[in-house]
């Protein structure tokens, strides 16, 4: 690659409302969006810092600036990408570069990837944590039909669970704990989790403390999130977790996330596709990851009070895959 001109451009996404996790509130977050033109082409990439894998704006934007200058000068993304760092940084300019080849090929990305045409898929629409009550009312306002993801991770977790449970008695659940127990919560929540039919718990211990996994049974299927960055993390994953969570600022990119998929069959493990923050752009390489994954966690773009245009279509949950004009 080269005679490249490479922009980058921080954006910040408010909120439609305050969005809380275990580990705080947010109500607007920070990406950064990366374009690579030759002249002719242009492909588009964006990336959400986060703050609690060590990562700022600012430094994101150093990362991606270096590596756009050895892109410039010539050299070629599989070689850069593969020294830098899994991240936000690496996610961009790799996203960028997908839909680049993508625009100057004229086949789509899938293709390149020797995958079949991407076919619409389903999202969990997740709610946020609250009080027992709260997050009952909300499961009542979604389809019977639909699939609930639960942040938990804050005492009485339990009465969250059974309240939305008596709210929605149709609904699929899978609960997102954000490192949020210790490992006396997990045993005494687990049965709990089980009765109320949850098809996933998601890193319900703190990453340096998951190995306290082997000493419980897992009565519900436990997903590995924080725990999970790039294809390395497989091998001592696959003894303590049964799925998962891909998500493309963990990975660094569409490259290391498809070798995730990959990955993951050779080691028993089920998949979710998950997200930062973002628009429709950062969601739109994951559609492609989504078409190997069991759970769908794609409603960012929900959240958030303006997505980009064109975004993607959602039909309540079910997403339809980008058009070429935002992505691939």
């Given at each position: 690659m080269s005679h490249?001109?490479?922009?980058?451009?921080k954006e910040t996404l408010p909120l439609?409302?305050?969005?809380?996790?275990?580990?705080?509130?947010?109500?607007?977050?920070d990406v950064v969006v990366v374009s690579i033109a030759d002249g002719r082409n242009q492909g588009?990439?964006?990336?959400?810092?986060?703050e609690h894998y060590g990562e700022t704006l600012n430094g994101v934007v150093s990362l991606i600036g270096e590596a756009a200058s050895r892109l410039s000068a010539g050299e070629d993304w599989d070689s850069i990408h593969e020294e830098m760092p899994a991240g936000a940084a690496r996610n961009a300019i790799d996203c960028a570069v997908w839909d680049w080849r993508a625009k100057a090929t004229g086949r789509p990305v899938w293709q390149l990837l020797g995958m079949r045409a991407p076919r619409p898929v389903v999202s969990v629409l997740t709610l946020s944590?609250?009080?027992?009550?709260?997050?009952?009312?909300?499961?009542?306002?979604?389809s019977a039909t639909g699939m609930l993801k639960l942040k938990l991770g804050a005492p009485g977790d339990v009465d969250r669970v059974r309240a939305v449970r008596a709210a929605a008695p149709e609904l699929r659940l899978i609960v997102d704990v954000n490192e949020g127990w210790t490992l006396d919560d997990l045993r005494r929540n687990l049965p709990v989790m089980a009765e109320c039919g949850v098809e996933m718990l998601e890193q319900p211990l703190p990453a340096d403390q998951d190995q306290g996994l082997a000493e419980v049974e897992h009565?519900?299927?436990?997903?590995?999130?924080?725990?999970?960055?790039?294809?390395?993390d497989l091998a001592r994953l696959a003894t303590l977790y049964e799925v998962i969570n891909i998500k493309l600022d963990k990975?660094?990119?569409l490259t290391e996330a498809m070798r995730l998929v990959q990955g993951a069959r050779t080691h028993g493990l089920e998949i979710m596709i998950g997200c930062m923050l973002g628009t429709s752009l950062a969601m739109a390489p994951g559609?492609?990851?989504a078409q190997h994954a069991r759970f769908v966690d794609l409603d960012a773009p929900l959240l958030i009070a303006r997505d980009c245009v064109p975004g993607l279509e959602y039909c309540g949950d079910t997403i339809l895959p980008p058009v070429p004009a935002l992505w691939g």
């Open positions: 490249f001109e490479i922009k980058v451009r439609k409302q305050a969005f809380r996790i275990a580990r705080g509130t947010v109500a607007e977050g588009r990439g964006e990336a959400c810092p986060t944590l609250d009080e027992p009550a709260v997050m009952a009312e909300r499961a009542r306002a979604v009565l519900v299927p436990i997903g590995a999130d924080e725990s999970c960055h790039t294809s390395a990975t660094g990119g559609v492609l990851v």
